[in-house]
Nanobody, 127 residues
Framework: QLQLVESGGGLVQPGGSLRLSCAAS????????IGWFRQAPGKEREGVSC????????NYADSVKGRVTISRDNAKNTVYLQMHSLKPEDTAVYYC????????????????????WGQGTQVTVSS
């Protein structure tokens, strides 16, 4: 069974850092693009960042550019989201999602493009 599991969330002070992980089980991530999305209370889910299957192409939402780095380690079947300079408005449940990307094309931050989703990990930025 294809499964994605997020981890690494928690409570952090403004200006702090967190690294989220998205681990896959039941399938290899080698030919999948991975996206990170987030949903704050009372708001719609939005795209944060994505990376194509080879890791050669990435995409970031304007709200996180310069503060977030996405990377992948296909040997570990895991994708990471390193976040710095966190702000209270980054508080949300963060989800990772996967879509088949055998042609290694660019990824997109469109919720409807992704087929498999994790259960999410809570990130809270507060003093």
């Amino acid at each position: 069974q294809l499964q994605l599991v997020e981890s690494g969330g928690g409570l952090v002070q403004p200006g702090g850092s967190l690294r989220l992980s998205c681990a896959a089980s039941g399938f290899s991530l080698d030919y999948y693009a991975i996206g990170w999305f987030r949903q704050a209370p009372g708001k719609e889910r939005e795209g944060v960042s994505c990376i194509n299957s080879s890791g050669g192409s990435t995409n970031y939402a304007d709200s996180v550019k310069g503060r977030v780095t996405i990377s992948r380690d296909n040997a570990k079947n895991t994708v990471y989201l390193q976040m710095h300079s966190l702000k209270p408005e980054d508080t949300a449940v963060y989800y990772c999602a996967a879509v088949a990307n055998p042609g290694d094309s660019d990824c997109f931050l469109e919720i409807g493009a992704y087929d498999y989703w994790g259960q999410g990990t809570q990130v809270t930025v507060s003093s």
